[in-house]
């Protein structure tokens, strides 16, 4: 169950957070791990080490999948140095909350562009590049089905990228299962980044657990749907929150 093994998998944001645990977990299970990050290479090389280290394999690549060329760089670095694209994790994505009125512009086209703008670039190439009978698993929020205040671009973005999976797993075709996963509130520097310890015991007293989860809690999901076990599965929205929602 869950063997990855031959499997070339681009995981985007991977130099840290939950894309980070993904990465290394993946290659524990014997993929071929592709680090994306936009611009903290050596939180990336970080990545890449701990998972030689550990016997697998991996590259870095910087691609910022807001810009259109960048993403079709990293897919052609990754087919380079491995042959093929297997499967496609879409976790890139920025998150600030504001009051609807307090937001500019600019936080509405910085949202837009990494966290909708992003996974509609990768998804492009990956109708080309991808291989047949691959996967792709976008990211979303659970915040999408939440009306947390202050989360209105951000949960407009993750809802989204629900409705872009949903068509798109129809699209297509070539046996390519795509599917998103829903994550709650889960223990990693941006989401914790500005919250009182009040906010956080409000938020783990939400869900069934009592509890934050933690990022090896949402790479174990994604590690079962980056699997062949997980092929009937698609156009889904998987909620990975511990019945948060």
């Given amino acids: 169950m869950n063997n990855l093994n031959g499997k070339a998998i681009i995981v985007t944001g991977s130099s840290r957070g939950i894309g980070k645990e993904v990465a290394i977990l993946l290659a524990k299970n014997g993929a071929k791990v592709i ?10 090389d970080d990545t890449v080490n701990q998972i ?17 060329d960048q993403v079709t760089d990293l897919f052609d670095k990754a087919i380079e140095a491995y042959g093929k694209v ?29 966290n909708v703008r992003g996974i509609f670039n990768t998804l492009q190439e990956a109708d080309a590049k991808l291989a047949d009978n691959g ?8 915040t999408a089905k939440l009306m947390f205040p202050t989360y ?15 068509v798109f797993s129809k699209e297509i075709g070539r046996g390519i299962s795509v599917n998103a996963i829903a994550p709650g509130a889960t223990a990693t520097d941006l989401f914790l980044n500005g919250k009182s310890q009040e906010t ?36 889904q929205v998987i909620g990975a929150n511990g019945a948060l929602v």
């Fill in 200 to 235: 956080i015991d409000k938020l783990s007293a939400m869900n069934a657990f009592n509890r934050l989860a933690e990022p090896i809690d949402i790479a174990k999901v994604v590690l079962f749907m980056a699997s062949d076990d997980s092929k009937w599965i698609s156009g």
């Fill in 152 to 166: 209105s671009l951000y949960s407009a973005t993750k809802a989204a990228v629900e409705q872009i999976t949903r």
């Fill in 86 to 114: 297997n499967v496609l994790v879409n976790n890139a994505g920025i998150m600030f909350s504001k009051l609807l009125k307090d937001n500019t512009q600019e936080d509405f086209t910085s949202l837009f562009d990494v």
């Fill in 135 to 142: 996967i792709i698993i976008n990211f979303s929020s659970s």
């Fill in 52 to 68: 030689v280290n550990n016997g697998g394999e991996a590259i870095a690549v910087k691609a910022d999948v807001s810009q259109r």
């Fill in 35 to 44: 680090v994306n990050h936009s611009n903290s290479p050596d939180e990336a």
